[in-house]
């Protein structure tokens, strides 16, 4: 992804996974389908020896290439690096940038002696 301002509308400033999938094109799933059957002829073209168990090995591969690639073009269009205009009339465009409720990973909270939680430990009773 760019770190660039995007030249077109943001659909959605932060995309999850299941907005990729809702936003797939029929071209996406033609490219699915075209790269995960590439690669099974790919390894069957070239897997002498065991033709079968290396076309469905290739195929994996290039199902799960696929994906990925599926998944990057739908989040550049939903923030808008690539041409949108579908989205734009499915999903409309976003007004304002999202709040952020979960915090950042990198940064934890320490937790306050008085925030653990073991009991606090009585040494009265040891006498």
Known sequence: ?????????????????????????????????????????????????????????????????????????TRSRLLGYSPNEAEQKKFGIQSYPPKRTVQDPRYPTALKPSDSPRPILDWKNYD
């Open 1 to 73: 992804m760019p770190y660039g301002q995007p030249d077109y509308p943001i659909v959605n400033a932060d995309p999850e996974l299941d907005d990729c999938i809702k936003s797939m094109r029929k071209r996406d799933y033609f490219n699915v389908g075209a790269i995960t059957s590439a690669s099974w002829a790919y390894g069957y073209l070239f897997g002498k020896p065991a033709r079968m168990a290396t076309a469905s090995t290739a195929a994996a591969l290039g199902l799960t290439f696929a994906s990925f690639v599926i998944i990057q073009d």
